[in-house]
C-alpha cells in the first residue's frame, strides 16, 4: 500500500506522499468505524427490541422469548448482525 504513495519511486516517502497516504488511511478508517458505531450502537439494539417484542406474541415462540433477559437477547441479535455484516463483507471482496 506504501508503494502506491511513493510518487517518485524512491523506496521511501517523503512529507507530502506520507501526508497524501495518512489522509487515504485515515478516512477509510474512520468511515468504517463510523459505520460500526451505527450499526452496533444503534441499529442493533432497536432491531433486537422490536424483534423481542414481536416474536413474544407467537404462539409456541412467545412462552420462551419472554425468558430471556432484554440484555442477553440484545446480545444475541448484535451477534446475529455481525456475522451477517463479516458475510456480507465477504461476498463483496
Given amino acids: 500500500m506504501l508503494k502506491t504513495f511513493d510518487t517518485n519511486k524512491d523506496g ?3 512529507r507530502e506522499e506520507f501526508a497524501a497516504f495518512i489522509h487515504k488511511f ?8 463510523g459505520k460500526n458505531i451505527l450499526i452496533f450502537a444503534i441499529i442493533a439494539p432497536l432491531l433486537a ?3 423481542k417484542r414481536a416474536t413474544e406474541d407467537l404462539p409456541r415462540v412467545g412462552k420462551i422469548v419472554r425468558k430471556i433477559p432484554n440484555a442477553v437477547y440484545a446480545s444475541i441479535v448484535t451477534a446475529a448482525v455481525l456475522l451477517f455484516e463479516k458475510a456480507n463483507q465477504k461476498r463483496l471482496t
Fill in 12 to 14: 521511501a516517502l517523503d
Fill in 26 to 33: 485515515t478516512s477509510k478508517v474512520a468511515k468504517k468505524v
Fill in 49 to 51: 427490541f422490536a424483534t
